[in-house]
């Protein structure tokens, strides 16, 4: 039982910076609604933004297929962004 919960910390991490990445994300829509963002500034900040979420909800998934088919979670790897490109969250 020990074991689930160690890695259940880094799975609690990314979840953690998944979630300020979509708070940020709505703090730069908020922004560019009330016109305090010209577009194209919000469109480069989105996309980084989306390619950095699509990235961690990868690995995430992979953290967790990993565990459920009893490896090491911690083998799991950011892949580049190329690759996991409009995954579904």
Known sequence: ???QHAGDRPE???LDRI????SDERTLREL???GRMDGDTERA???ALER???????LLRQRRAKTEAG???NEARV?????????ES
């Open 1 to 3: 039982m020990a074991e």
């Open 12 to 14: 609690k991490a990314i």
């Open 19 to 22: 979630s300020a990445m979509v």
């Open 32 to 34: 560019l609604s009330e």
């Open 45 to 47: 900040r989105l996309e």
């Open 52 to 58: 950095e979420l699509d990235q961690c909800w990868d």
């Open 71 to 73: 490896e090491d979670p």
């Open 79 to 87: 892949r580049p962004s190329r690759t996991v490109e409009g995954y």
